[in-house]
């Protein structure tokens, strides 16, 4: 942090490490996992409108945000509020941590829920997963993405406010947090898309991803408490 605020190679780290999020992640090999090699490059196309449709979401929310000068001003204004809601979702990524790691002791960390609600996705949007991949349409795999990146957006929400706080651009900062968030899907439905990524790795991916993903986030929302107060 500096007189310019957070810089431009740090925003796009916070939003990939956002971005590589364990929902996502379940998201993505639900749908490779009954995909024979020959559906493979199909299935990476589903994938990257899903993702097209999660920015496209995002963009037009933290555009909204960052253009309504009440709402910039109501997050200069309430560090105070602002730094103790980190606190408390900081909190609760380690607590999930703590849970993993507890899981994985006892041989069931595969099939493990998130015991805090913020990080669990709804029956309802899993059941619209089922029916979206059985459909197999364009439009509704964009939609889909929109969908589930709003049902995420607690997820992400917090690390982009401490970003928001300290941004002197907001607007340009929001476009590159959004790639950022964006990139570790797009990434891997490439690699697994052209053969360099076997399907069968992604429930490992996921789980030491979400162990790493929870514990960096959980550090750096207690670090941006700080940032916001200072």
């Known amino acids: 942090q500096g007189e310019t605020g957070f810089s ?4 796009y780290a916070l939003g990939t490490v956002s971005g590589f999020n364990p929902c996502l992640f379940a998201l993505a090999s639900f749908f490779f996992a009954s995909a024979t090699q020959i559906e493979l490059k199909r299935v990476a196309r589903r994938i990257g409108l ?3 449709g999660l920015v496209y979401a995002y963009v037009v929310f933290f555009s909204l945000i960052v253009s309504n000068p009440t709402v910039m001003d109501y997050l200069a204004a309430s560090s105070w509020l602002v730094a103790f809601i980190l606190i408390v979702v900081g909190l609760l990524h380690f607590v999930e941590v703590a849970q993993d790691f ?7 960390a595969n099939d493990t829920e998130a015991r805090v609600p913020l990080f669990r996705t709804p029956k309802p949007v899993k059941g619209l997963i089922v029916k979206v991949r059985e459909l197999n349409n364009p439009v509704y ?14 997820c992400i929400a917090m ?3 401490a970003m928001l706080v300290n941004s002197t651009a907001p607007l340009t900062d929001s476009m590159i947090f959004t790639a ?11 690699l ?4 360099m990524m076997n399907v069968n790795r992604l429930s490992l991916v996921r789980f030491k991803g979400r162990l790493i993903q929870r514990s960096v986030i959980g550090v750096a929302l207690l670090i941006s408490a700080v940032l916001v107060l200072s």
């Open 180 to 190: 950022g968030v964006a990139s570790p899907v797009i990434v891997m439905g490439l």
């Open 141 to 154: 795999d964009f939609v889909l993405g929109m969908i589930f990146s709003l049902i995420k957006l607690p």
């Open 50 to 52: 899903i993702s097209l």
């Open 159 to 161: 690390l982009f406010v």
């Open 192 to 195: 697994i898309g052209f053969g």
């Open 102 to 108: 507890y899981s994985r002791r006892g041989g069931g």
């Open 8 to 11: 431009q190679p740090l925003i």
